[in-house]
């Protein structure tokens, strides 16, 4: 770039008896300025002074002051202003202070785990003497919103998914004119593909755990392109056990042994808990699938002696958390509970705990979504199998589609809310 004389000299009295924390930033805004000096000149074709009346298309009127907080501090641009028209530098966008490096920087941060108010704090650290604010941190985020909805909006026809897992956790947000804070449903669908790779799905936000809502997912994951589902893996709310009833049909379901247990022992007194939980967790040693089944009568009768009140619950639930049987053995650990979509969700936790209360939906989808969008691409680049493509190969071709009705008592999974 061009120094004036005037300009050298002021610039040579800076470098001398100063310090690279004040002469570095000096620099990057003399930078700066000089930029904006040349796009603003080929814009009305004329530099300062220049008297060309037939090429030049406006004149200049003054400047306003803008400040732009950069990786070496906070820096004071001038920006030029027309007569006729308007400017502004292409590589600026208008109402953002901070630049490209540091807005990347701040998005990384706050998906990362790190509050808004520790945002502040990182970005005065690294030069910015006028930090960040909250709603400047949410809306350097809103720039995640589009890759956000790329992925959960993503076609799923590349793949069959024979596994498919189903969870929601909660969050805390504000909805309505009042802005009450309510607790809001994230519903959490993950998929084991032909090649024994795990994908995330998608997610949804919602009121409650509902039939109704759980449709319009799982009807969504559909549309996209979900097929060949052959187990459904999940806990048996109510709401989630109608749904998949009604759109996975001729699919098998799986109860989470894990929740069946919980509900299992509800109706054991505290002091046979153990003991019961102990035959139970009998029942799922790998060995053949007619040993399983002879396990889990063995302890039905042994409940029926001591504890009768729980012999429904194990009967009405037998064929459903027993489901895995039908599936190769290799399989068995990871299908036989929602393990692996309930590790996802405390890592969503973590994060989201840092936030504690969302302002709006949208806001849980940026950032529920962006920490599922880095695990799919962790999956990605690992290139580790959840099951190899040989065992995948072993799950059964499906039979002709069962059509259930509600009218069908043996299609109802157990009645629960875990």
Same mark, same amino acid.
């Given at each position: 770039m061009t120094l004036t004389h005037s300009g050298a000299s002021e610039l040579a009295q800076l470098m001398e008896g100063t310090t690279a924390g004040a002469l570095i930033p000096e620099i990057v805004r003399r930078g700066f300025q000089d930029l904006l000096e040349a796009e603003v000149s080929a814009a009305i074709g004329a530099t300062r002074h220049e008297r060309c009346p037939d090429e030049r298309s406006t004149h200049r009127n003054g400047y306003r002051q803008r400040l732009l907080t950069t990786q070496v501090g906070d820096i004071s641009l001038a920006i030029p202003k027309l007569r006729q028209g308007s400017f502004f530098p292409d590589w600026l966008e208008p109402r953002r202070r901070v630049d490209k490096a540091l807005y990347a920087l701040v998005m990384e941060a706050y998906t990362g785990g790190i509050s808004t108010r520790k945002v502040d704090a990182l970005v005065e650290a690294l030069g910015g003497a006028s930090g960040i604010s909250k709603s400047e941190v949410s809306r350097i985020c809103q720039g995640l919103d589009e890759q956000v909805k790329a992925f959960l909006g993503r076609t799923l026809?590349?793949?069959?998914?024979?596994?498919?897992?189903?969870?929601? =956790?909660?969050?805390?947000?504000?909805?309505?004119?009042?802005?009450?804070?309510?607790?809001?449903?994230? &519903?959490?669908?993950?998929?084991?593909?032909?090649?024994?790779?795990? +994908?995330?799905?998608?997610?949804? &936000?919602?009121?409650? +755990?509902? +039939?109704?809502? *759980?449709?319009?997912?799982?009807?969504?994951? $559909?549309?996209?392109?979900? =097929?060949?589902?052959?187990?459904?893996?999940?806990?048996?709310?109510?709401?989630?056990?109608?749904?998949? @009833? @009604?759109m996975f049909q001729g699919s098998g379901w799986q109860r989470c042994r894990v929740h069946f247990l919980r509900n299992l022992l509800s109706h054991v007194p505290k002091a046979g808990q153990d003991m019961v939980a102990a035959a139970m967790k009998a029942v799922f040693v790998i060995q053949a699938p007619d040993q399983?089944?002879?396990? *889990?009568? /063995?302890?039905?009768? !042994?409940?029926?002696?001591?504890? #009768?009140?729980?012999? #429904?619950? !194990?009967?009405?639930?037998?064929?459903?958390?027993?489901?895995?049987?039908?599936?190769?053995?290799?399989? *068995? @650990? $990871?299908?036989?509970? =929602?393990? #692996?979509?309930? /590790?996802?969700? $405390?890592?969503?936790?973590?994060?989201?705990? &840092?936030?504690?209360?969302? #302002?709006?939906?949208?806001?849980?989808? /940026?950032?529920?979504?962006?920490?599922?969008?880095?695990?799919?691409?962790?999956?990605?680049?690992?290139?580790?199998?959840?099951?190899?493509?040989? =065992?995948?190969?072993?799950?059964?071709e499906p039979e002709e589609p069962l059509e259930l009705t509600d009218a069908d008592p043996s299609a109802q999974p157990a009645a629960s809310t875990s």
């Open positions: 026809d590349h793949a069959r998914f024979p596994y498919v897992y189903l969870d929601a =956790t909660y969050l805390h947000g504000r909805l309505g004119r009042n802005m009450q804070v309510v607790s809001r449903a994230v &519903v959490v669908a993950i998929g084991i593909n032909a090649l024994g790779y795990r +994908e995330v799905l998608g997610i949804a &936000v919602g009121d409650s +755990e509902a +039939e109704g809502f *759980w449709r319009q997912f799982l009807g969504s994951l $559909k549309e996209r392109g979900l =097929t060949g589902t052959r187990l459904v893996i999940s806990d048996a709310h109510l709401g989630l056990t109608a749904a998949i @009833r @009604r399983v089944r002879g396990h *889990w009568q /063995r302890v039905t009768e !042994m409940l029926r002696k001591q504890f #009768p009140t729980a012999v #429904p619950v !194990m009967d009405a639930a037998r064929d459903d958390v027993l489901a895995f049987l039908h599936f190769p053995q290799e399989h *068995w @650990r $990871k299908v036989w509970s =929602t393990n #692996p979509l309930e /590790r996802l969700n $405390k890592v969503i936790k973590r994060r989201t705990n &840092v936030v504690g209360i969302f #302002p709006n939906d949208a806001a849980i989808v /940026r950032l529920v979504g962006s920490q599922l969008l880095e695990q799919q691409e962790e999956w990605q680049l690992e290139r580790r199998r959840f099951f190899s493509e040989a =065992t995948m190969a072993k799950i059964p």
